[in-house]
């Protein structure tokens, strides 16, 4: 079954420092990933997404993710991390079957101290 | 400019009051997705239209009905509001087999039932 998995519920980082969230799938051939950033009480968010080539790709807000092929992994990455970037976020693949459903992971949800 | 628009942001109901919620799109996308998204989870897929036709996942349940008189507009409808069915409830679209794709998302709903 296709599956995403975010392994992390949930990270406290110091404003300032890096950041990894980390985030699995799990399908019969690479779908496209995204990750997702939501507030409390908005919608969803597009921070980046990966559909094929250059394996680092750059997003908004400072945003950063590298996907690995041999890992089955998406991981989110920022280098300083802004109290404004307290959010959850959430991982995603969408293939090209089935009407291109979106499969989510869980969900981390991050936390900045001062 | 918005593509995904949710109407309205916050909706109130009542306890069994048949509830309607709406989604409009100028993407010209042919196929729209409801997902439900209860507090601190991942959005869940409810069903989704392929241009007319209607997908419903299997543990959707049947207080839960949609419909797409167009492709720009896709409605949500809860017969029966319970309590549990209180979450935000998130539209998107997509344009299906036309190389790289992705949902957009619009900002949701979020629905109280009193």
């Known amino acids: 079954a296709q599956s995403v998995t975010q392994p992390d519920i949930h990270i406290t980082v110091s404003e300032g420092a890096s950041l990894e969230l980390r985030c699995n799938y799990s399908y019969g051939a690479t779908p496209y990933l995204f990750w997702y950033v939501q507030s409390p009480g908005q919608g969803l968010q597009l921070l980046l997404k990966y559909f094929s080539g250059d394996t680092l790709v750059q997003g908004i807000k400072g945003f950063e993710a590298e996907f690995k092929r041999s890992q089955s992994s998406f991981n989110l990455r920022k280098p300083s991390v802004h109290w404004s970037d307290a959010a959850e976020y959430f991982c995603?693949?969408?293939?090209?079957?089935?009407?291109?459903?979106?499969?989510f992971g869980d969900g981390t949800t991050l936390t900045v101290k001062p | 400019d918005a593509m995904v628009i949710q109407n309205p942001r916050y909706q109130v109901t009542q306890f069994g009051k048949p509830v309607t919620l709406s989604c409009s799109q100028t993407l010209n996308h042919n196929v729209m997705y409801w997902y439900q998204q209860k507090s601190s989870q991942a959005p869940k897929l409810l069903f989704h239209?392929?241009?007319?036709?209607?997908?419903n996942e299997a543990d959707t349940p049947d207080n839960f009905q949609s419909r797409r008189p167009n492709t720009s507009f896709c409605f949500l409808d809860i017969r029966s509001p319970g309590l549990g069915d209180a979450a935000m409830y998130l539209c998107?679209?997509?344009?299906?087999?036309?190389?790289?794709?992705?949902?957009?998302f619009g900002q949701g709903t979020r629905l109280t039932v009193v």
């Open positions: 998107a679209t997509s344009q299906y087999r036309t190389g790289n794709t992705e949902a957009f």
């Open positions: 239209y392929y241009d007319k036709d209607f997908n």
């Open positions: 995603a693949a969408y293939h090209n079957t089935n009407a291109g459903k979106s499969t």
